[in-house]
């Protein structure tokens, strides 16, 4: 058996020309449209590069001595594979019959300097106090799910969230393919396994949930909620196991519910839409929205807070904590914007106090001033 450091070596020799960027901190995408066409994502914005790799043969021996050392097959019959490099970078490629101009691949940077709250607040995603009200839903154990694009930050903000845990609690992380870096002493890694050449042994997310609810966890983490496991997320959010997070595609709040509902559908269970609408409106407490501004900056665009489904409407009800206002570009074609308190108190206010915890005062002063507005809507104030 060929040990695993000359295998990470034989990689990097076949990945040659792209590991300078592999190696630039400020790169976090590489996308390789064939041997002779690289493009790199530094800052938010993408860069074509000169790099090139010698030929087409080339570039797939690279990626069947990736399948390899990440115990997959790569081929005609299999042409997308999904992986990740020696330093934990998530790799998608395809392949020709079905990218007949590839191979066609996505190298998502691993970056090993885990991004904290204090510095996404430097960066400007979120103000302190933001970053305060999440650290008061998180110690709360509310059900959070944070949505957003492609490149959004997804991840980098749930490993943010995971710091506000408290020490004493049983985390475990469920993942197609690893990238969360939770720094808690009590944290179990799981991770889910596609099926061999023949069909057999495929694990996956579902499977692994259902196991990890009988392994006494305090809280539950799934690292992208992409199918019919939403159903069984969304039950177990509200049978009791509280502090669920996860992350899923979504651009809006409203668009991120639609999602997780079309994905419930997606499960084996049989079940009337209205009563998975109010379990999800029910199960589901907290989004946070993130987003890649026109300028390439990552921000939190909201904060909202969902109190359940309306079936005289047909609508998850939904109330705004935070927002970002937009004020145009400056001199320097950089969107100048401000996440702030909406003025509504949440619902959930009950739930911080029984965990000894509350909101900044901004957030509360906001409320107060809203509330005594005329005409005020929504709501604990």
């Known amino acids: 058996m060929i040990p695993k450091e000359v295998f990470e070596q034989t990689i990097l020799q076949f990945f040659?020309?792209?590991v300078p960027f592999l190696d630039d901190p400020a790169v976090s995408e590489v996308m390789i449209n064939g041997p002779n066409q690289i493009y790199?994502?530094?800052?938010?914005?993408?860069?074509?590069?000169?790099a090139r790799f010698p030929s087409r043969e080339a570039l797939l021996a690279a990626l069947r001595n990736l399948s390899q050392f990440v115990g997959k097959h790569v081929?005609?019959?299999?042409p997308i594979l999904e992986g990740r490099l020696p330093d934990g970078s998530r790799v998608e490629a395809l392949i020709p019959p079905v990218a007949p101009e590839g191979p066609h691949i996505a190298?998502?940077?691993?970056?090993k300097e885990t991004l904290t709250v204090q510095r996404l607040v430097e960066f400007g995603s979120m103000p302190g106090i933001a970053a305060a009200s999440l650290q008061a839903f998180v110690i709360s154990k509310l059900n959070?799910?944070?949505?957003?694009?492609t490149g959004s930050g997804k991840t980098s903000m749930l490993n943010a969230l995971s710091s506000f845990i408290p020490d004493g609690e049983r985390v475990v992380v469920i993942e197609d393919s690893r990238e969360i870096q939770f720094q808690k002493p009590h944290v179990v890694?799981?991770?889910?396994?596609?099926a061999d050449p023949k069909g057999r042994g495929a694990v996956g997310i579902r499977d692994l949930f259902r196991a990890t609810l009988r392994m006494r966890p305090d809280r539950v983490i799934v690292g992208e909620i992409r199918g019919g496991e939403a159903l069984d997320i969304v039950q177990a959010m509200t049978s009791g196991h509280g502090g669920c997070m996860?992350?899923?595609?979504?651009?809006y709040p409203k668009d991120t519910l639609t999602r997780l509902e079309t994905m419930a559908m997606m499960s084996d269970v049989e079940m009337?839409?209205?009563?998975?609408?109010?379990?999800?409106?029910?199960?589901?407490q907290m989004i946070v929205q993130v987003s890649r501004l026109q300028d390439g900056s990552r921000k939190v665009t909201h904060i909202t807070e969902v109190t359940g489904f309306d079936l005289e409407t047909q609508k998850y009800r939904l109330q705004d904590i935070f927002v970002r206002k937009y004020d145009g570009l400056d001199a320097n074609g950089k969107v100048v914007s401000e996440l702030v308190p909406s003025g509504v108190l949440p619902a959930c206010m009950h739930q911080l106090e029984e965990h000894g915890v509350t909101l900044p005062d901004p957030v509360l002063a906001a409320a107060r001033t809203a509330y005594a507005q005329p005409g005020y809507r929504g709501g604990a104030a």
């Open 246 to 251: 996860g992350t899923l595609h979504a651009s």
């Open 272 to 284: 009337p839409l209205a009563a998975m609408r109010s379990q999800i409106g029910s199960g589901v």
């Open 75 to 78: 081929n005609e019959e299999r």
């Open 16 to 18: 040659a020309p792209i």
């Open 189 to 194: 890694q799981l991770e889910a396994r596609a």
């Open 40 to 50: 790199i994502e530094r800052r938010g914005q993408l860069e074509l590069t000169d």
């Open 107 to 111: 190298i998502r940077r691993f970056f």
């Open 144 to 149: 959070i799910i944070i949505a957003g694009g």
